[in-house]
Each structure stands twice: as C-alpha cells, then as structure tokens.
C-alpha cells in the first residue's frame, strides 16, 4: 500500500480539492495525480499496469472506449 511521507493536496475531476497524508489511503485515482516522486514514503505500483485501476474511480470519470473509425482513401 502506498504511503506519503508528507501532506498533499489533490484536485480531483470534478475540480474538488483532497487532502492526503501520512496514514491517509490513498485512491488509485489520486495516487496517479501525484507527480512529485519526493513526498511518497512508499511509492505506488504504476497505476495504469492494473486493469481494475479505475475501480476506486468516481463513476463519472469512466469513458466509453473510443470507436475505430475508418481511414478516408482519396
């Protein structure tokens, strides 16, 4: 599990700020908003390699898969 060594503050999509810290559980959504390599005390395993990452994502943040489209001959 990861674990910060500081406080963060992290905006979520629909623009609400969170507060994280030691002890604090971090979501798989915050935890990939967090950039700075410095405050993590216990760094996260790389979100996107985890097919169910979005499991503890609000539902709004989900997308539909895009469509193929068809390349245009001319």
Do not use: C
Request: glycine fraction near 6%; charge should be negative.
């Amino acid at each position: 599990m990861p674990q910060l060594n500081t406080y963060v503050h992290v905006q979520d999509h629909t623009g609400e700020n969170h507060e994280f810290g030691p002890g604090s559980e971090i979501p798989a959504w915050a935890a990939s908003a967090i950039t700075n390599p410095d405050v993590w005390e216990i760094p996260p395993a790389t979100v996107l390699d985890k097919p169910d990452s979005l499991a503890d994502e609000p539902e709004t943040a989900k997308r539909a898969p895009r469509k193929a489209t068809a390349k245009a001959s001319g």
